[in-house]
């Protein structure tokens, strides 16, 4: 089982990113995906996630929403977090993990797999 993190980067405040989450070794339509963000100094904290392929839901940190959006697209077995307005303090290692048939309030305390994360700086 694979998840790799990848489209971080340094964003000036106000920019985008989409960051993506590749993944291998599992049946990606049954598994939860959820995105999960570590500042330095600070606990790793829940961003957002989405459902597995039939469980059609998506849910969001207060933080996150209006500005994060989660998607997944089962035929690359990938998942996807598009952040928008970026924020100095969204600055953070962004991972992404996965749970089997989970649903998305699911994968904020449940998951079995975790990839390595993806650096994002956000200048002011």
């Known amino acids: 089982v694979q998840l790799q993190a990848s489209g971080g980067g340094l964003v000036q405040a106000g920019g985008s990113l989409r960051l993506s989450c590749a993944t291998s070794?599992?049946?990606?339509?049954?598994?939860?995906i959820g995105w999960f963000r570590q500042a330095p100094g600070k606990e790793r904290e829940f961003v957002s996630s989405?459902?597995?392929?039939?469980?059609?839901?998506?849910y969001y940190a207060d933080f996150a929403k209006g500005r994060f959006t989660i998607s997944r697209d089962d035929a690359k077995n990938a998942a996807y977090l598009q952040i928008d307005s970026l924020k100095p303090e969204d600055a953070a290692v962004y991972y992404c993990?996965?749970?089997?048939?989970?649903?998305?309030?699911?994968?904020?305390?449940?998951?079995?797999?975790w990839g390595q994360g993806t650096q994002v700086t956000v200048s002011s």
């Open positions: 993990a996965a749970e089997p048939m989970a649903s998305a309030q699911a994968m904020v305390t449940h998951q079995t797999y």
């Open positions: 070794g599992f049946t990606f339509d049954d598994y939860g």
């Open positions: 989405i459902s597995w392929s039939g469980g059609g839901s998506t």
